[in-house]
């Protein structure tokens, strides 16, 4: 990710949010710019968020926190974007410059045209995990924005949960009401972002004098989400609409990007445990009794059950 954007955006500053600790002192020498851990956030109510959240409802929950705590430390930024660490930079983010100039945030839909078969994902898996994709969100300093990311955070305290039946999926899901309740946003729907396994029905590669193209625009940048380089053959996890043999355009960058993985120590730093992957069978096991509980028995037992459960 670094790699892709420094080759690509030169002037842009790049820093890892890092939620997780160096206890076990990992040489990361290869890492060549700022790294924030998210005890630098002092995030109120952190360990109570540590307690409660898997791993991926953590990495999620600190999302709004860092955005804000980065608006705070580099009080001469004007626009802070946020990108997965699974994406690829292509292109000079030029488009996305000017958009800031006009909106306060931008987003993008996982997709932007009807699927029309049964296979994976489906518009369904959309409509239950958001209809934006928050390996992406760009925000300009505003009073709009600000006040955004106090209600996104507001949210993300305690409810930042992957379940399903009370209708929540982590940070995402609740990005589906930020157009209603803010002003100046923002959904791009230029084919050259956020191109991914949950949109390849209705974008294209193409390479031109050296230059990628979907559907004929320039692509801005990819996102490999769920491919790993430990079965290549793959496009992602949860996906078969497409393969490989079925998608002969997308060979040339997954393999450039599993090059860079494998370059950049993938195999080596996956050995290591994160400090905050605790008791996460446990957490998942308490998860799915609270749904059993709370839609097989009445109302009336419900308060029983949060005493019984220690909430």
């Not at 507001?154 to 930042?160: A, F, G, M, V, Y």
């Amino acid at each position: 990710m670094f790699e892709s954007i420094r080759q690509t955006n030169p002037s842009w500053k790049f820093i890892i949010g890092l939620v997780d600790k160096n206890d076990q002192n990992t040489d990361l020498f290869f890492l060549e710019c700022e790294l924030v851990t998210v005890e630098e956030l002092a995030i109120p109510g952190f360990d109570a968020m540590i307690q409660r959240y898997t791993i991926v409802e953590l990495l999620t929950s600190a999302k709004p926190f860092y955005i804000e705590w980065l608006f705070n430390h580099y009080p001469d930024a004007k626009n802070i974007v946020y990108f997965d660490p699974d994406i690829m930079i292509f292109q000079p983010l030029t488009r996305l410059e000017e958009s800031l100039e006009n909106f306060d945030v931008v987003l993008t839909p996982h997709f932007t045209t009807p699927i029309n078969d049964d296979k994976l994902p489906t518009e369904l898996h959309v409509m239950q995990t958001g209809i934006y994709n928050l390996g992406f969100i760009a925000m300009k300093r505003t009073d709009n924005t600000m006040a955004m990311l106090k209600w996104w955070q507001s949210r993300l305290k305690d409810q930042c949960l992957i379940d399903l039946s009370r209708g929540l999926f982590v940070d995402q899901l609740w990005m589906n009401l930020a157009p209603a309740y803010f002003d100046k946003v923002l959904v791009e729907k230029y084919p050259g972002y956020n191109m991914a396994h949950w949109n390849l029905h209705e974008r294209r590669l193409e390479k031109m004098n050296g230059e990628w193209l979907v559907n004929g625009m320039p692509l801005v940048f990819y996102h490999f989400s769920h491919y790993s380089p430990a079965n290549p053959g793959s496009i992602a996890v949860h996906h078969n609409r497409f393969n490989f043999a079925t998608r002969p355009d997308l060979l040339e960058i997954f393999g450039r990007y599993k090059e860079s993985l494998i370059r950049f120590h993938y195999f080596d730093l996956k050995k290591i445990s994160c400090y905050y992957l605790r008791d996460e069978n446990k957490k998942k096991r308490k998860r799915e009794l609270e749904t059993f509980l709370r839609m097989a028995l009445p109302d009336k037992m419900k308060g029983r059950i949060k005493k019984w459960l220690g909430k």
